[in-house]
Protein backbone atom coordinates (compact mmCIF):
# COMPACT_ATOMS: atom_id res chain seq x y z
CA UNK A 1 0.00 0.00 0.00
CA UNK A 2 3.30 2.24 0.94
CA UNK A 3 4.31 1.69 -2.86
CA UNK A 4 1.38 2.47 -4.40
CA UNK A 5 0.55 5.69 -2.40
CA UNK A 6 3.92 6.72 -3.64
CA UNK A 7 3.13 5.41 -6.84
CA UNK A 8 0.10 7.52 -6.94
CA UNK A 9 1.56 10.91 -5.82
CA UNK A 10 4.71 10.24 -8.46
CA UNK A 11 1.94 9.90 -11.10
CA UNK A 12 -0.30 12.42 -9.95
CA UNK A 13 2.69 15.21 -9.59
CA UNK A 14 3.52 13.76 -13.74
CA UNK A 15 0.07 14.87 -14.48
CA UNK A 16 1.12 17.98 -12.98
CA UNK A 17 3.89 19.20 -14.59
CA UNK A 18 2.90 17.69 -17.59
CA UNK A 19 -0.43 20.08 -17.85
CA UNK A 20 2.32 23.17 -16.41
CA UNK A 21 4.49 22.38 -19.39
CA UNK A 22 1.47 22.29 -21.75
CA UNK A 23 -0.07 25.60 -20.74
CA UNK A 24 3.48 27.45 -21.34
CA UNK A 25 3.95 25.28 -24.65
CA UNK A 26 0.77 26.82 -25.84
CA UNK A 27 1.45 30.01 -24.85
CA UNK A 28 4.79 29.78 -26.67
CA UNK A 29 3.13 28.78 -29.80
CA UNK A 30 0.68 31.55 -29.17
CA UNK A 31 3.19 34.28 -28.79
CA UNK A 32 5.17 33.02 -32.11
CA UNK A 33 2.01 32.73 -34.17
CA UNK A 34 2.03 36.33 -32.89
CA UNK A 35 4.99 37.17 -33.83
CA UNK A 36 4.59 35.00 -37.63
CA UNK A 37 1.83 37.47 -38.16
CA UNK A 38 3.11 40.21 -37.23
CA UNK A 39 6.12 39.68 -39.77
CA UNK A 40 4.13 38.68 -42.24
CA UNK A 41 2.40 42.27 -42.13
CA UNK A 42 5.48 44.36 -41.98
CA UNK A 43 6.76 42.13 -45.01
CA UNK A 44 3.53 43.10 -46.92
CA UNK A 45 4.45 46.67 -45.58
CA UNK A 46 7.32 46.80 -46.90
CA UNK A 47 6.74 45.06 -50.53
CA UNK A 48 3.92 47.71 -50.54
CA UNK A 49 6.04 50.73 -49.75
CA UNK A 50 8.69 49.31 -52.32
CA UNK A 51 6.08 49.04 -54.67
CA UNK A 52 4.65 52.32 -54.28
CA UNK A 53 8.72 53.59 -54.55
CA UNK A 54 9.24 52.26 -57.64
CA UNK A 55 6.13 53.68 -59.14
CA UNK A 56 7.05 57.11 -58.09
CA UNK A 57 10.44 56.78 -59.28
CA UNK A 58 9.79 54.73 -62.62
CA UNK A 59 7.29 58.03 -62.68
CA UNK A 60 9.24 61.05 -61.64
CA UNK A 61 12.32 58.95 -64.73
CA UNK A 62 9.36 59.05 -67.08
CA UNK A 63 8.48 62.95 -66.20
CA UNK A 64 11.95 64.17 -66.59
CA UNK A 65 12.79 61.74 -69.49
CA UNK A 66 15.40 59.70 -67.74
CA UNK A 67 15.69 56.08 -67.15
CA UNK A 68 16.58 54.02 -64.50
CA UNK A 69 19.78 53.46 -65.03
CA UNK A 70 20.26 57.33 -65.95
CA UNK A 71 18.39 58.01 -62.47
CA UNK A 72 20.85 55.51 -60.96
CA UNK A 73 23.98 58.05 -62.43
CA UNK A 74 22.43 60.68 -61.33
CA UNK A 75 21.86 59.72 -57.92
CA UNK A 76 25.59 59.08 -58.05
CA UNK A 77 26.95 61.75 -59.07
CA UNK A 78 24.71 63.87 -56.48
CA UNK A 79 26.72 61.52 -53.43
CA UNK A 80 29.83 62.18 -55.22
CA UNK A 81 29.38 66.05 -55.23
CA UNK A 82 28.40 65.79 -51.68
CA UNK A 83 31.35 64.13 -50.72
CA UNK A 84 33.69 66.60 -52.41
CA UNK A 85 31.84 69.39 -51.23
CA UNK A 86 32.36 68.18 -47.85
CA UNK A 87 35.88 67.84 -48.08
CA UNK A 88 36.25 71.26 -49.80
CA UNK A 89 34.74 72.33 -46.93
CA UNK A 90 36.78 70.80 -44.31
CA UNK A 91 40.10 71.71 -46.51
CA UNK A 92 38.49 75.19 -46.28
CA UNK A 93 38.35 74.94 -42.44
CA UNK A 94 41.41 73.46 -42.18
CA UNK A 95 43.30 76.29 -44.36
CA UNK A 96 40.99 79.02 -41.47
CA UNK A 97 42.55 77.81 -38.75
CA UNK A 98 46.03 78.15 -39.93
CA UNK A 99 45.54 81.52 -41.24
CA UNK A 100 43.92 82.36 -38.00
CA UNK A 101 47.14 80.46 -36.33
CA UNK A 102 49.14 82.67 -38.21
CA UNK A 103 47.34 85.81 -37.86
CA UNK A 104 47.63 85.28 -33.74
CA UNK A 105 51.19 84.78 -34.68
CA UNK A 106 51.46 88.33 -36.39
CA UNK A 107 49.62 90.08 -33.56
CA UNK A 108 51.92 88.50 -31.42
CA UNK A 109 54.89 89.32 -32.89
CA UNK A 110 53.37 93.12 -33.52
CA UNK A 111 52.35 93.47 -29.43
CA UNK A 112 56.21 92.43 -29.03
CA UNK A 113 57.47 95.44 -31.80
CA UNK A 114 55.20 98.40 -29.95
CA UNK A 115 56.61 97.13 -26.73
CA UNK A 116 59.75 97.53 -27.83
CA UNK A 117 58.86 100.52 -29.33
CA UNK A 118 57.19 101.81 -26.59
CA UNK A 119 60.20 100.88 -24.58
CA UNK A 120 62.46 102.99 -26.73
CA UNK A 121 60.18 106.10 -27.21
CA UNK A 122 59.97 105.92 -23.21
CA UNK A 123 63.60 106.01 -23.15
CA UNK A 124 63.45 108.82 -25.70
CA UNK A 125 61.62 111.28 -23.80
CA UNK A 126 63.26 109.94 -20.46
CA UNK A 127 66.66 111.13 -22.39
CA UNK A 128 64.62 114.65 -23.56
CA UNK A 129 63.46 115.69 -20.45
CA UNK A 130 67.09 114.86 -19.51
CA UNK A 131 68.40 116.78 -21.86
CA UNK A 132 66.02 119.82 -21.20
CA UNK A 133 66.72 119.75 -17.80
CA UNK A 134 70.27 120.61 -18.78
CA UNK A 135 69.56 123.53 -20.84
CA UNK A 136 70.25 127.11 -19.33
CA UNK A 137 67.58 129.19 -17.58
CA UNK A 138 67.52 133.02 -17.76
CA UNK A 139 65.57 135.74 -16.40
CA UNK A 140 64.87 138.23 -19.38
CA UNK A 141 65.29 141.88 -19.60
CA UNK A 142 61.61 142.93 -18.96
CA UNK A 143 60.10 140.39 -16.29
CA UNK A 144 61.95 138.22 -13.81
CA UNK A 145 60.35 135.24 -15.79
CA UNK A 146 62.81 132.82 -15.90
CA UNK A 147 62.86 130.81 -19.72
CA UNK A 148 64.92 127.90 -20.90
CA UNK A 149 67.44 129.25 -23.95
CA UNK A 150 69.49 127.69 -26.81
CA UNK A 151 72.68 128.52 -27.00
CA UNK A 152 73.47 126.41 -30.61
CA UNK A 153 71.52 124.64 -33.37
CA UNK A 154 71.31 121.05 -31.68
CA UNK A 155 69.85 123.24 -28.34
CA UNK A 156 67.03 124.98 -30.35
CA UNK A 157 66.12 121.54 -32.07
CA UNK A 158 65.28 120.41 -28.68
CA UNK A 159 63.37 123.24 -27.70
CA UNK A 160 61.45 122.97 -30.86
CA UNK A 161 60.90 119.28 -30.22
CA UNK A 162 59.68 120.36 -26.62
CA UNK A 163 56.89 121.72 -28.58
CA UNK A 164 55.01 124.81 -26.16
CA UNK A 165 56.50 127.53 -28.31
CA UNK A 166 57.13 128.93 -31.99
CA UNK A 167 60.38 129.58 -33.13
CA UNK A 168 62.07 131.49 -35.44
CA UNK A 169 65.77 131.47 -36.83
CA UNK A 170 66.99 134.26 -38.45
CA UNK A 171 70.87 135.70 -39.66
CA UNK A 172 70.66 139.58 -40.03
CA UNK A 173 73.35 141.71 -41.19
CA UNK A 174 74.70 145.18 -39.70
CA UNK A 175 72.17 148.01 -41.37
CA UNK A 176 69.82 145.60 -42.41
CA UNK A 177 66.35 145.30 -41.53
CA UNK A 178 64.28 141.83 -42.33
CA UNK A 179 60.48 140.46 -41.31
CA UNK A 180 60.96 137.24 -39.02
CA UNK A 181 57.78 135.69 -37.91
CA UNK A 182 55.13 138.78 -37.02
CA UNK A 183 58.22 141.36 -36.07
CA UNK A 184 60.52 143.18 -37.96
CA UNK A 185 64.90 143.18 -36.86
CA UNK A 186 67.11 145.67 -37.64
CA UNK A 187 70.73 145.64 -36.61
CA UNK A 188 72.73 148.90 -35.43
CA UNK A 189 75.64 147.77 -34.09
CA UNK A 190 77.51 144.48 -33.86
CA UNK A 191 80.99 143.91 -32.08
CA UNK A 192 82.33 140.88 -32.51
CA UNK A 193 84.91 140.80 -30.21
CA UNK A 194 82.70 141.82 -27.04
CA UNK A 195 79.58 139.56 -28.33
CA UNK A 196 77.83 142.82 -27.68
CA UNK A 197 75.63 144.29 -30.22
CA UNK A 198 72.31 146.98 -30.45
CA UNK A 199 68.89 145.49 -32.25
CA UNK A 200 65.98 147.42 -32.84
CA UNK A 201 62.85 145.67 -32.72
CA UNK A 202 59.86 147.01 -34.63
CA UNK A 203 56.32 145.67 -33.52
CA UNK A 204 52.98 146.82 -33.95
CA UNK A 205 54.17 150.41 -34.68
CA UNK A 206 56.20 150.70 -32.12
CA UNK A 207 59.93 150.11 -31.79
CA UNK A 208 62.09 148.87 -29.24
CA UNK A 209 66.13 149.04 -29.09
CA UNK A 210 68.11 146.27 -26.87
CA UNK A 211 71.22 148.91 -26.92
CA UNK A 212 74.66 146.73 -25.79
CA UNK A 213 73.05 143.70 -25.50
CA UNK A 214 75.02 140.25 -24.85
CA UNK A 215 74.90 136.72 -26.92
CA UNK A 216 72.56 134.02 -25.25
CA UNK A 217 70.48 137.27 -23.28
CA UNK A 218 66.48 136.56 -23.49
CA UNK A 219 65.81 140.44 -25.20
CA UNK A 220 61.72 140.96 -24.40
CA UNK A 221 58.76 142.69 -25.43
CA UNK A 222 55.14 142.53 -26.05
CA UNK A 223 53.47 142.23 -29.53
CA UNK A 224 50.18 141.59 -30.29
CA UNK A 225 46.63 142.93 -30.62
CA UNK A 226 46.13 141.06 -26.87
CA UNK A 227 49.94 141.82 -25.64
CA UNK A 228 52.08 138.28 -25.33
CA UNK A 229 55.67 137.85 -24.23
CA UNK A 230 58.21 137.33 -26.92
CA UNK A 231 61.59 136.55 -27.11
CA UNK A 232 65.08 137.08 -28.88
CA UNK A 233 67.86 134.91 -28.70
CA UNK A 234 71.41 136.26 -30.08
CA UNK A 235 73.56 133.23 -30.50
CA UNK A 236 76.69 134.65 -32.19
CA UNK A 237 78.10 138.01 -33.50
CA UNK A 238 80.82 138.26 -36.15
CA UNK A 239 81.23 137.44 -39.50
CA UNK A 240 82.71 140.21 -42.22
CA UNK A 241 79.54 141.90 -42.58
CA UNK A 242 79.46 142.27 -38.87
CA UNK A 243 76.13 139.94 -38.63
CA UNK A 244 74.63 138.24 -36.13
CA UNK A 245 72.54 134.89 -35.53
CA UNK A 246 69.77 133.73 -33.40
CA UNK A 247 66.37 133.06 -33.31
CA UNK A 248 62.56 134.36 -31.78
CA UNK A 249 60.09 132.66 -29.98
CA UNK A 250 56.41 133.79 -29.24
CA UNK A 251 53.86 131.76 -27.44
CA UNK A 252 52.36 129.25 -29.11
CA UNK A 253 48.58 130.85 -29.55
CA UNK A 254 50.49 133.98 -31.01
CA UNK A 255 49.79 135.22 -34.36
CA UNK A 256 51.54 133.41 -37.37
CA UNK A 257 53.32 135.55 -39.75
CA UNK A 258 51.17 135.24 -43.47
CA UNK A 259 53.14 133.44 -46.43
CA UNK A 260 52.74 134.18 -50.29
CA UNK A 261 50.55 130.85 -51.27
Given at each position: ??????????????????????????????????????????????????????????ELGNSLGLTQKQMDSRAQQILAREQADSKRL?????????????VSNDVSSVKTDVGGVKTDLGKTQTDLATTIS????????????????????????????????????????????????????????????????????????????????????????????????????????????????????????????????
Amino acid sequence: MAVLAVALLIGLGGLIWSYTLNTRLGGQEAALADAKQQNAKLASDLRETNARLKVATEELGNSLGLTQKQMDSRAQQILAREQADSKRLESAQKETAQAVTAVSNDVSSVKTDVGGVKTDLGKTQTDLATTISQLTSMKGDLSDHSSLIARNRDELDLLKHKGDRNYYEFTLNKGQRKPVGTVSLELKKADAKKNRFTLVVSSDDKQYEKKDRNVNEPLQFYSGKDPQLFEIVVNTVGGKNSQITGYLTTPKGAPAPVTAQ
